[in-house]
Nanobody
Framework: QVQVVESGGGVVQAGGSLRLSCAAT????????MAWFRQVPEKARDFVAA????????YYAASVKGRFTISRDGAEATMYLQMNNLKPEDTGVYTC???????????????????WGEGTQVTVSS
């Protein structure tokens, strides 16, 4: 059974930093793309960042580029999101998603991800 678990959310002041982690277990290999999405109440879930197992293949939403860094430990199927210079508009529930084993292409499209975590709350106060 595939499990995806996020950690690292919390409350931080504007300008501060947080690091989110996502551990994915249960697939036959760690060779698949992963991504972070963000949702606030009464709004659709938005793409934040995605990463492939191919070196150099990271993608970011325009709103976070230059402030957030996505990375992963491929051997452990663990992904991270380092968030710096946080802004109040970064507030939301951050959810980790993973594609099926063998699907290495990172994508912004939510329906391409088969496995999802429960999410972790990030609150940025002004």
């Amino acid at each position: 059974q595939v499990q995806v678990v996020e950690s690292g959310g919390g409350v931080v002041q504007a300008g501060g930093s947080l690091r989110l982690s996502c551990a994915a277990t249960g697939q036959s290999s760690a060779n698949y793309a992963m991504a972070w999405f963000r949702q606030v109440p009464e709004k659709a879930r938005d793409f934040v960042a995605a990463i492939s197992t191919v070196a150099g293949s990271e993608y970011y939403a325009a709103s976070v580029k230059g402030r957030f860094t996505i990375s992963r430990d491929g051997a452990e199927a663990t992904m991270y999101l380092q968030m710096n210079n946080l802004k109040p508009e970064d507030t939301g529930v951050y959810t980790c998603a993973a594609r099926r084993a063998g699907l290495v292409t990172a994508t912004t499209q939510q329906d391409r991800y088969a496995f999802w975590g429960e999410g972790t709350q990030v609150t940025v106060s002004s």
